[in-house]
């Protein structure tokens, strides 16, 4: 299930490392796993949200439950060509 190709996953640790991704993941975003493994989240997400990205995860790991992510807000994602989505 983890390396499914239909499935994207990615995990990341407390301090938002990337621990691993899929194959899904890395196809989607354009790194390989040795570019990306190690990096921050951040990483891949466009300059505008990057210092909130960081802010929310920190409240998160102060408080962790199941929610909803970026409820009400738009999210967007960054590849390494520097397209969004």
């Given at each position: 299930m983890i390396e499914s190709p239909v499935f994207g996953m990615?995990?990341?640790?407390?301090?938002?490392?990337?621990?691993?991704?899929?194959?899904?993941?890395?196809?989607?975003f354009g790194y390989s796993q040795e570019e990306i493994m190690g990096e921050t989240i951040e990483k891949?997400?466009?300059?505008?949200?990057?210092?909130?990205h960081s802010d929310f995860r920190s409240d998160y790991f102060k408080d962790p439950e199941i929610r909803a992510m970026g409820e009400g807000?738009?999210?967007w994602a960054l590849r390494k060509d520097g397209s969004t989505f």
């Open positions: 990615l995990i990341v640790d407390t301090e938002g490392c990337i621990r691993f991704l899929n194959g899904t993941i890395q196809s989607l891949l997400l466009p300059e505008r949200v990057r210092g909130d807000r738009d999210l």
